[in-house]
């Protein structure tokens, strides 16, 4: 039975703007269970983005309650964040943020380099990655070296390297065409299915239709949470193939 790896109660975060408080969450709880597949979405200013912030322990919360894996989180600040942040979660931005003077192995290892990994150990487990995210063959290329959606894939293997609980990914196909979005989406899939606690941020419905269950924000709070029957983006992947071919 799945047990609840984000738990956040009463999540509240508030930004002071001269005289005016901005309510940017209000008073939020939501529960995401260890292995789930998650869409968050919503339009600009509606919360998400700084939910995912607060899941993510890129900031704290004005007031409110997070558990993540047992372990409250929401009065911590600074080293104690960055420490949970390195051995717990994995980050995926839309812009792949990868160094553009190191090899793909190099910017895979960087997580590792906050950690007590020997440099041997280092390059065994990024090379590992690399070879999951299909990439075994591009381990010495630069980013310029490679399309967007390899440096998508290097930027997953590096949100990975550290072994995380849970993947928070914000826009991750926001920079790609439509098919090498699909061939991210399959990724995560596959990556969800193998276990992995999967959180997509997006705005864009083709993409958060391949989650299992889609979270609404709206002026800082949650307007529905529901189930989805996620489309295959294997299949779609393969499809497209034959379409091109």
Same mark, same amino acid.
């Given at each position: 039975?799945?047990? #609840?790896?984000?738990?956040?109660?009463?999540?509240?975060?508030?930004?002071?703007?001269?005289?005016?408080?901005?309510?940017?969450?209000?008073?939020?709880?939501?529960?995401?269970?260890?292995?789930?597949? *998650? #869409?968050?979405?919503?339009?600009?200013?509606?919360?998400?983005?700084?939910?995912?912030?607060?899941?993510?322990? =890129?900031?704290?919360?004005?007031?409110? !309650?997070? /558990? /993540?894996?047992?372990?409250?989180?929401?009065?911590?600040?600074?080293?104690?964040?960055?420490?949970?942040?390195?051995?717990?979660?994995?980050?995926?931005?839309?812009?792949?943020?990868?160094?553009?003077?190191?090899?793909?192995?190099? %910017?895979?290892?960087?997580? =590792?380099?906050?950690? !007590?990994?020997?440099?041997?150990?280092?390059?065994?487990?990024?090379?590992?990655?690399?070879?999951?995210?299909?990439?075994?063959?591009?381990? $010495?290329?630069?980013?310029?070296?490679?399309?967007?959606?390899?440096?998508?894939?290097?930027?997953?293997?590096?949100? =990975?390297? %550290?072994?995380?609980?849970?993947?928070?990914?914000?826009?991750?196909?926001?920079?790609? $065409?439509?098919?090498?979005?699909?061939?991210?989406?399959?990724?995560?899939?596959?990556?969800?299915?193998?276990?992995?606690?999967?959180?997509?941020?997006?705005?864009?419905? $083709? *993409?958060?239709?391949?989650?299992?269950?889609?979270?609404?924000?709206?002026?800082?709070?949650?307007?529905?949470?529901?189930? %989805?029957?996620?489309?295959?983006?294997?299949?779609?992947?393969?499809?497209?193939?034959?379409?091109?071919?």
């Amino acid at each position: 039975m799945s047990e #609840a790896l984000i738990q956040v109660s009463k999540l509240v975060k508030e930004y002071r703007m001269g005289d005016n408080v901005v309510h940017a969450l209000d008073g939020v709880s939501v529960s995401i269970d260890a292995g789930e597949f *998650v #869409a968050v979405m919503g339009p600009s200013g509606s919360g998400k983005s700084t939910f995912m912030n607060l899941v993510g322990c =890129l900031d704290a919360p004005s007031a409110g !309650d997070y /558990l /993540l894996a047992g372990q409250n989180v929401a009065r911590m600040v600074g080293d104690e964040l960055a420490a949970i942040r390195n051995k717990r979660i994995g980050f995926v931005f839309q812009q792949f943020n990868l160094l553009a003077r190191t090899s793909a192995l190099e %910017n895979v290892e960087l997580p =590792l380099l906050y950690s !007590d990994v020997g440099k041997k150990e280092r390059r065994e487990r990024a090379a590992r990655r690399l070879q999951q995210v299909g990439l075994a063959a591009r381990m $010495d290329h630069h980013p310029s070296q490679l399309s967007g959606g390899q440096q998508q894939r290097v930027a997953i293997a590096r949100a =990975l390297v %550290n072994d995380p609980v849970l993947i928070l990914a914000d826009e991750p196909t926001g920079a790609l $065409d439509s098919r090498t979005s699909l061939e991210v989406m399959a990724l995560l899939q596959q990556l969800n299915g193998e276990g992995i606690t999967i959180v997509v941020v997006t705005h864009e419905h $083709d *993409v958060a239709n391949f989650a299992k269950r889609i979270i609404q924000f709206r002026d800082g709070k949650v307007v529905e949470d529901k189930p %989805n029957t996620p489309a295959d983006a294997q299949l779609l992947v393969a499809q497209s193939t034959r379409q091109a071919a």
